[in-house]
């Protein structure tokens, strides 16, 4: 089955810094890696997706890369704000269904003021 | 439009037990899936529903079922507790168009601890 890998478990960084999060996956089948962002007592929450015919996608300070050949995509937060502390997850689809979803381990994002 | 519904918030079950979950999607989301959220596993699919059928299942034991009603909302049980099933339970809906990926939206799950 699939599997994701995601790194650094843990990330400090000053306000106004970027903050980078990487992930791995092992299923060359996956075609949608989404990232998700979780506050203390929420449920996971869609923050940016990317789809394997795009290898770029950009939403205001965040963006998502993609390399298919080496199986790994990375999250980018420019400009970072204490209201972006959180939990973040990479996540792969196996089979190309996005509602079945494998996730990394996650990282816990910490942006100091 | 209201978020995905879960309910209760925090449940406690002694082992043995078992136990209920419900969820209610988006409108107009078909789709239902369970995730499990452990500190030690992290997120876990459990399984999926779409049209009171259910289209996927993740590695997890039979104890773990679920349902899904005309309405599209769902509810998942756990029968026979163990000290293990203690977790964060996640539903999320999803539209499942022709478009197969579209998003996962979760609820705020539902706090399990097993004594």
């Known amino acids: 089955g699939e599997n994701v890998e995601q790194h650094p478990s843990t990330l400090s960084v000053q306000e106004g810094d970027s903050a980078v999060i990487k992930c791995t996956y092992s299923?060359?089948?996956?075609?949608?890696f989404p990232w998700y962002k979780q506050e203390l007592g929420k449920g996971p929450q869609l923050i940016i997706d990317?789809?394997?015919?795009?290898g770029e996608k950009k939403d205001q300070r965040i963006a998502v890369t993609l390399n298919k050949t080496a199986k790994h995509f990375s999250l980018h937060i420019t400009e970072t704000q204490p209201e972006d502390s959180a939990v973040y997850f990479c996540?792969?689809?196996?089979?190309?269904?996005?509602?079945?979803?494998?996730f990394g381990s996650g990282t816990q994002l910490t942006v100091l003021p | 439009k209201a978020g995905v519904t879960q309910t209760p918030r925090y449940l406690i079950k002694t082992r043995g037990q078992q136990v209920t979950l419900s969820c209610s999607p988006i409108s107009g989301h078909r789709s239902v899936s369970w995730y499990q959220q452990t500190p030690g596993q992290g997120l876990q699919f459990l399984f999926e529903?779409?049209?009171?059928?259910?289209?996927n299942k993740g590695n997890f034991p039979g104890r773990f079922s679920g349902r899904q009603f005309s309405n599209s909302r769902s509810e998942m049980n756990v029968s026979t507790l163990e000290l293990g099933d203690s977790a964060l339970y996640l539903c999320?809906?999803?539209?499942?168009?022709?478009?197969?990926?579209?998003?996962?939206?979760f609820g705020n799950g539902t706090r399990l601890t097993v004594t």
């Open positions: 529903y779409f049209s009171e059928t259910q289209r």
């Open positions: 299923d060359s089948a996956s075609n949608y």
């Open positions: 999320a809906s999803s539209p499942r168009t022709e478009r197969s990926n579209s998003p996962l939206h």
């Open positions: 990317i789809r394997s015919n795009v």
């Open positions: 996540a792969a689809s196996l089979g190309g269904s996005a509602r079945q979803l494998t």
